[in-house]
């Protein structure tokens, strides 16, 4: 979250970014639940954290760069709730 601040002063930057990552995650939780039950485990535990890993790196990049927008972080960490959704599912 010191990124997103790095990024934008503004206090609504991280609210942003943070709901872009919390409502994808609580919408495909149930998602991520019938898929985890249907496909082996380790697969998706795979694929979830492959994505989850390369979505980090692509925002470490764009933040080490210096190009990192608000709205490239906000739909990167949707991804990323997307794919955390998958994880958390027991």
Known sequence: MFAVLDVSDEATAVGIVLAARSIPNVVFLLIGGVIADRLPRRLVLVVANTVSGLTQA???????????????LAAIEAVNGIAAAFVTVR
């Open 58 to 72: 692509l925002a470490a990049g764009l933040i080490l760069s210096g190009h990192a927008r608000i709205w490239q």
